[in-house]
Every structure is written in structure tokens, then in C-alpha cells.
């Protein structure tokens, strides 16, 4: 008998869910020795795992660099390890002893995550770990183009787990997964927190879900060759950071801006690179490539190489060709280089000068990279403390790989897979997500200081309105006295109003 992908999908999701509610029940009751070992079992087990899942994650998806995609995958398993190994999750995690407050941690519950197709592997490590680093369970639902190689990670990071002693169930996917599945797994009351990675629609229905959320922004990043910079050096990098995993990474440079003082050693030295360089018939060439749709990226140029895009586009370049450029001096969401690319495709952007230049990156990132990343190579520090100050990302990476660089390989940022927009791009935090963004803290705090609430005046009344009036219960008992004093029977109320009129003004 045939079923429903859809039905089939939900109720794999469904049954996922309330196992890893039940293993998170008996897992929060781990100590943290406990958890630190499986903890590294499965670390080792991924790390262990890295080029095999990188190749099954290049033929499933046809994206990136076998080579590149194995070292994501040790990023997400040993790297992210080592920044989160001695991080304390379970129990008291820290005591002020002069303020007299301690501090325990404890899990949020169970983790809805959702991978994207561009690193379906290395982010399925990542979020695995720091889930149970911070005691809870996962629940996963992968792309639908790169389900084989997500659920084969997971699978390798139960595995460990299990062996190492977790519950059965901690870690779960959606092995048959469809976007009905992945909308109840956001708003299942079984679930605790989303870990959401992907498109913009998914990010806000992760946000829009009822449940605590940690989502990523776009990443349109621009990277500013600054006059002092060490072209060369500067060059050498973006190229090698353009073509990692053939730009899968979010935070990948995606726009050029140099200055124009360095504009001919800038192009030289690209073209030393293997950087090939458009004409204007072939750059409308590519840009038909790049959005057959004005303003939607072609999903088919996603992940591939700068020379089999180039083919696609009906453009003859060398086969070693690293990436290819076109000189562009238009911003918006219908000018095909410069909106966020996923591939090894370059505008060039001139600046006359540093705020020229900070226009240029302030326009781009607005286009749909607010919040994300900015990357900038420049000899003067000055200049890096006023982009710092002025431009609105959350991390600035200076003279180093920004793909790399901003998920901590290069740079002392946290190594993480899923990388905060803040404010600026609408997300809860500017942080690299790493395992304390997933525990919660409860605080024991002792009174240390001694305070006189001051006693209520003998003269207070709650008697609603009349509280205002210090004697209102005054007069109203000799009301009560004169009316006792007439005779009800030949009441004159103008008389009775009289009396009551003149008593009133006496406590005025």
C-alpha cells in the first residue's frame, strides 16, 4: 500500500519528537562527566567521518569541493569540540560569592534543527553537538537535496552517542523529509528551541513559530581593499576564500570594493589568481545566468565552479579559471552581481575613497546582508576601528579569509556553523551559535541588603474614592447621628441637605 510522502513525513516526524522527548527526560539527569564523554565520542566519531560524508555531500547535492567540504566537517566536529569542551552545562556554573548568587544551568528540551543543502553535514555535526553539550535532544529535518549524506551524519553521531551511553532517541531525523513536516516540527509543543539554517521563508517561519528561535540571515558581504593594504597578500586570500567549497559558506566575500589607488595592482594580481575577467557582452551574458529572474538568484549556480558556470552562461574561459569578475558600479535587487551569489562570481566596485567606499559596502549589505559579515584588508587600524564602529554587521574579519575567518578557523571567533545577524538583520542574537545559546540559567540569590518598608499613616483609609479624603469616615457618622434625629416620617430633604451641606464645609 502506497501512503502519503507528506503523511509518511509527518508521522517520522512526529514519532522522532517523542522519543527525544523521553531520552532528554532521562539526559538532563547526566552529569557532566557523562555528558563530556559522549560528548567527545561523538566529536571523534564525526571527525573520524569527515572525508566520506564530504563526498557523499558533493555527489547527493552537486555542490562544492570534496576537499573543502571535509574540512568544514572537521570544523564542525573537532574544532567546534575544542571551543566547547570545558564549557560548563550541567549543575552550579558559576558563584559571586561577594553578591551571594549562584547560577545552575538547565537544557532547553529538545532542539528542532534544519540544515541546508549547501553544508548538509558539517552544520548536522555542529548542531548535534551543542545540543548535547547543553543536554538536550535533536531533531532534524534536512534539505530535501541533501537528505542521504544528513541523515548518514546523524546516523554516525547516534551511533557514538548511543555507544557512549546516551539514551536512545537523543538524536532524530526526518529521513522522508517535506516542508508539512518541517512547518508542525517548528510548532510541535514537543519542541523547545529551533536551530533554523536556510532561506529567508524559513528563517521567518522559524521565527514565526511560537517557539524561541535562533535564525541566520543572508550574507552579502563586501569586501573593502583599503589603499595600505598588502594587495598581494589581500588578493591571494579573497580568491582562495571566493573559491572554498566554490562559496557555499554565507560568509563568503561576495562583492569587491577597492580603492582606486590600488585598482590596477588589485586587477593585476586577480588575474595572476586565475581570476577571469567579463567584457560587457559577456558579463550580460552572465548575468542572465545569474537571474534568468530579475532579482532571484538561479539556484543552479549555487555551489558550482567559476568554470562550469561560465559554460552555462555560454562564456569560454580557461578551465583552472579561480573566479570570474565584472566591473559594476549599480546596486539593487536587479543588478545580477550584486546580490548574494553562493558561487565564485565577483562585481568589482571602485571607491574614490574611504567613505566612498563605506557608501559602496552600506548599500550592499542593505541589498541583504545586514547584520552579517564585512571583511576588510588594510594596513591602518584606524580605518578597521571606524568600519568597525560605523558598519552595521555583527563581525568585522580583518586580513584573513572571510568564508573561514568568520566561523572561527581563522580568527578567535567561536568555530560555529551558524553565525547571528543581530538586530540589524532581524535575529535575537549577533553571536556565532555555540552550546550556551541552547542552556538556560537559573539563578539562587540571598538577600544581602537590609531595607525599612515604612508603616501606612493612622490617618489611611481604603475605602476607594473615600481613601482620599482623610476624615471622609468622620463625617460620615455624623450624617448618620443627624439623620437619626429626624423624624423619618416628615423629612424635608432640602432641610436634610442643608445640615449635611454645612457639616461637610466644617472638614474642608
Known sequence: MNFDHDLQSIQEMRSAVQRANEAQKKFEEFT??????????????????????????????????????????????????????????????????????????????????????????????????????????????????????TVEALKVC????????????????????????TTELMSHKGINVILATGGGGLVKAAYSSGKPAYGVGPGNVPVYLEKSCDVKRAVEMVVASKTFDNGTICATEQAIVVDQNVKEMTIRELKNNRAYLLNNEEKQKLENTISPIKGKLNPKIVGRSASRIAKMAGIEVPSDTSVLIAEEDKIGKEVPFSIEKLSPIFPLYTSKNEDDAKRICLELLNLGGRGHTLSLHTSDDGVAKRFGKEMPVSRLVVNTLSSIGAV????????????????????????NITARHLMNTKRLAYGIKDIDIPKPSSTSSSKGKDSMNPKADDIEKIIEKVLKNIDTQEVDTEQVSSIVNRVVSQYQ
Not at 88 to 100: L, S, W
Open 408 to 431: 572561527g578557523g581563522t580568527t578567535g571567533l567561536k568555530p560555529s556553523l551558524t553565525l547571528g545577524c543581530g538586530s540589524y538583520g532581524g535575529n535575537i542574537t549577533s553571536d
Open 158 to 181: 547516534h551511533e557514538a552517542a548511543i555507544e557512549a551511553g546516551a539514551p536512545e532517541g537523543i538524536i532524530g531525523w526526518i529521513s522522508k523529509p517535506s516542508m508539512a513536516a
Open 32 to 149: 557532566q562527566d557523562q555528558v563530556d564523554h559522549i560528548v567527545k565520542k561523538v566529536a571523534d566519531a564525526a571527525f573520524q567521518q569527515s572525508y566520506r560524508l564530504a563526498e557523499m555531500a558533493v555527489a547527493e547535492t552537486d555542490m562544492g569541493v570534496v576537499e573543502h567540504k571535509e574540512i568544514k566537517n572537521q570544523v564542525g566536529s573537532r574544532d567546534v569540540y575544542e571551543s566547547i569542551k570545558d564549557e560548563k552545562t550541567v549543575g552550579i556554573i558559576h558563584e559571586d560569592k561577594m553578591n551571594q548568587v549562584t547560577e545552575f544551568a538547565y537544557p532547553f528540551g529538545v532542539v528542532a534543527a534544519i540544515i541546508p543543502t549547501t553544508n548538509p553535514t558539517s552544520t548536522a555535526f555542529f548542531k548535534t553537538l551543542i545540543s548535547l553539550k547543553s543536554r538536550n535532544a535533536i531533531v532534524v529535518s534536512p534539505h530535501p537535496s541533501a537528505v542521504k549524506c
